[in-house]
């Protein structure tokens, strides 16, 4: 029987899932990407990917690092069941028995910022730091937060994308893309409420106004995770924070807003805030780290 080898996971976003395959020295050595259609559909395209492992007997583990809500208690009866869900069809999808049963090995779950945040912690920006944040800021914003040795809020996952915010000036007429909330990160600085302002995002000007009004929003999310917290790195990643321009103006804003509390000035916000050190493979990372401690 051949050796079990290798370990794979999952970073299953709601616009695409990229699977991937680890060995045992740690180096990825595939990878593949599915674009989410229906449930059936997207686990199927996923679960073939991985076939040539499983049914030769060389995957020791699987780990999902998924978009939520999602269920990641593990004494849960619908643990790895994504909860309901704005995204047509995937309301109660089984995550954990669909890619189980067909890869009989262990699966773990977790949401997929905390697992790119337990990538990071393990070989990227937060790898020195005792307390740290990943916040993903696409679609939707989520943000997972290890301090004191563990997760927030596990077996839950935080809401953080829902927290309110202070309206800025410039911003008081727009209609938050929320459909819960007028006055939340998720509706006013996500990927979505910038694309609704003004346009696709990789294509605004670096000095068109959108710019100013999100680095507020950003910074005072990071504000609020900070004096809550007190951690040591704050990591802004997804797909708004390719805008080279944006990270540089919300280390400005995040000093402003401080005004000097607690000594507080650039040189220490970019220390304390930066963009993820793993790049697009953080949460895939993270799915693959998580199933493995299912061998342990």
């Known amino acids: 029987m051949s050796t079990r080898n290798f370990r794979g996971g999952i970073d299953a976003g709601g616009t695409t899932f990229k699977c991937g395959i680890m060995d045992d020295k740690g180096n990825i050595v595939q990878k593949f990407r599915v674009k989410v259609s229906t449930p059936d559909e997207t686990i199927s395209s996923c679960i073939n990917f991985f076939r040539p492992v499983f049914e030769t007997d060389r995957l020791s583990s699987f780990g999902i690092a998924s978009f939520g809500p999602i269920d990641i208690d593990p004494r849960s009866s619908t643990y790895g069941t994504i909860l309901q869900t704005p995204k047509p069809g995937w309301s109660l999808t089984d995550l954990k028995t669909a890619f189980g049963s067909a890869m009989g090995v262990p699966v773990r779950l977790d949401t997929d910022?905390?697992?790119?945040?337990?990538?990071?912690?393990?070989?990227?920006?937060?790898?020195?730091?005792?307390?740290?944040?990943?916040?993903?800021?696409?679609?939707?914003?989520?943000?997972?937060?290890?301090?004191?040795?563990?997760?927030?809020?596990?077996?839950?996952?935080?809401?953080?994308?829902?927290?309110?915010?202070?309206?800025?000036?410039?911003?008081?007429?727009?209609?938050?893309?929320?459909?819960?909330?007028?006055?939340c990160l998720e509706g006013l600085a996500s990927a979505t409420a910038v694309h609704a302002r003004a346009g696709d995002p990789s294509e605004l000007p670096q000095d068109h106004p959108v710019w100013d009004?999100?680095?507020?929003?950003?910074?005072?999310?990071?504000?609020?995770?900070?004096?809550?917290?007190?951690?040591?790195?704050?990591?802004?990643?997804?797909?708004?924070?390719?805008?080279?321009?944006?990270?540089?103006?919300?280390?400005?804003?995040?000093?402003r807003q401080m005004n000097g509390y607690l000594g507080m000035d650039y040189p220490i916000a970019e220390d304390l805030i930066c963009t993820p050190a793993l790049g697009d493979d953080a949460g895939l990372i993270g799915a693959i780290l998580l199933g493995g401690d299912a061998e342990h």
């Not at 393990?122 to 563990?150: L, R």
């Open 113 to 183: 910022v905390n697992g790119a945040l337990r990538a990071e912690m393990a070989y990227g920006a937060a790898k020195h730091v005792d307390s740290a944040a990943y916040v993903t800021i696409g679609t939707g914003i989520g943000a997972g937060v290890f301090a004191n040795n563990q997760l927030l809020a596990h077996p839950h996952h935080p809401e953080f994308g829902h927290i309110p915010v202070n309206r800025h000036p410039l911003d008081s007429s727009f209609n938050s893309v929320c459909s819960y909330h007028d006055d």
């Open 213 to 255: 009004v999100t680095a507020d929003y950003l910074a005072q999310a990071c504000r609020s995770l900070f004096l809550t917290a007190r951690l040591n790195r704050i990591i802004l990643g997804g797909g708004l924070m390719l805008a080279p321009h944006l990270l540089s103006r919300i280390h400005v804003e995040f000093v």
